[in-house]
């Protein structure tokens, strides 16, 4: 697969064109991006096209085992299934502001809540995944984003503290992993168990160490970074809320262990501010997307440009 990243701008007019750059690295994996309004999109290919649409406001997304894309709608207090085809239903709803969630190595489901201050776990049973809740931890505030080790503890935000939490996979015993940070959206495990988390307000990302070690990594062209996804490659995805004009999605290579501080190429810009990322597991069967990449999806052309930043 040789997709590419490319920038777009909006205009009105007849049927949608995408035009493309190429950039020097192919992208591996095909990705997944959740917008603040209602759609999810899925990078394929050197194309963009519309996965998901009509959601109502997709926060947190997140693959399960058997290739399905779950999505925390904010908006409806919602848990969404959705399938390969783009088809999906609810899981669950009645929730409270869910604002992230995340699968373990078993397959078992957590979401937070935001208005609740509350994780919560899905297990998997037989297979399955029950749709009865446990509760994890009751009194954690405003998570807005949560990871799973290897070993299962989970990894939370407090905004209380300004602490990211570890939560103790078999007690559920909560103890402070790393302090000092500003982490108020997405975090995910690359493959050495370091763990990575966005700072919004901070145009920057964290990555703690298994011991607990910090360092803060200024990466170029962060702007309001909000999700976090690594691929088989090691390369680093962020989405980032943008500006006036829209969110973007900036790709950091790993080169030989070390993770460049200088995007590869022109972020993907989109008609909104972005949430989440995720990169398709490898293995999964390829979507059957909904949306049309080259014709008639939007409401007008669409035209290269370059991004200037200061």
């Known amino acids: 697969m040789d997709a590419k990243l490319f920038s777009l701008t909006f205009l009105a007019g007849a049927a949608a064109l995408v035009l493309l750059t190429p ?9 997944f991006v959740a917008d603040g309004h209602d759609t999810i999109w899925e990078i394929q ?13 997709p926060q947190s997304i997140a693959f399960a085992s058997n290739g399905h894309l779950f999505s925390a709608d904010i908006g409806s207090g919602s848990i969404l299934d959705i399938a390969p085809d783009g ?4 899981f669950t709803s009645g929730l409270h502001q869910p604002s992230s969630l995340t699968f373990d190595s078993q397959g078992n ?17 037989g297979g399955v995944l029950s749709t009865t809740p446990v509760v994890i931890d009751p009194n954690i505030l405003f998570p807005f984003a949560i990871a ?3 070993q299962g503890n989970i990894y939370s935000n407090d905004a209380n503290t300004g ?20 982490v108020t959206n997405g975090m995910t495990f690359d493959s050495k168990g370091n763990l990575w988390g966005a700072e919004l307000r901070e145009d920057r990302v964290v990555k703690v160490t298994p011991t607990g070690q910090e360092t803060f990594f200024g990466l170029t062209g962060l702007q309001s970074p909000t999700g976090l996804a690594f691929d088989s490659l090691g390369d680093l995805y962020v989405t980032n809320r943008g500006g006036a004009d829209g969110g973007f999605v900036l790709e950091y290579t790993n080169n ?3 993770l460049s501080n200088t995007p ?44 200037k930043r200061g």
């Open 148 to 150: 799973v080790d290897s």
């Open 23 to 31: 950039v020097a690295r192919a992208q591996t994996q095909t990705l």
């Open 264 to 307: 590869i190429d022109v972020p993907s810009f989109f008609p909104g501010s972005l949430n989440d990322v995720v990169v398709q597991p490898l293995g999964v069967p390829e979507p059957s997307s909904l949306g049309l990449a080259v014709m008639g999806i939007f409401a007008g052309p669409l035209f290269l440009r370059r991004r």
């Open 163 to 182: 602490s990211i939490d570890k939560i103790d996979a078999v007690t559920h015993n909560v103890t402070t992993f790393a302090s000092g940070t500003d």
């Open 256 to 258: 030989g262990g070390t």
């Open 45 to 57: 290919g050197g194309t963009i096209t519309s996965f998901s649409t009509g959601i109502g406001g």
């Open 109 to 125: 489901l957590y979401i937070g809540s935001q208005q609740d201050s509350t994780i919560v776990e899905y297990p998997k049973i």
């Open 87 to 90: 088809s999906r239903v609810a």
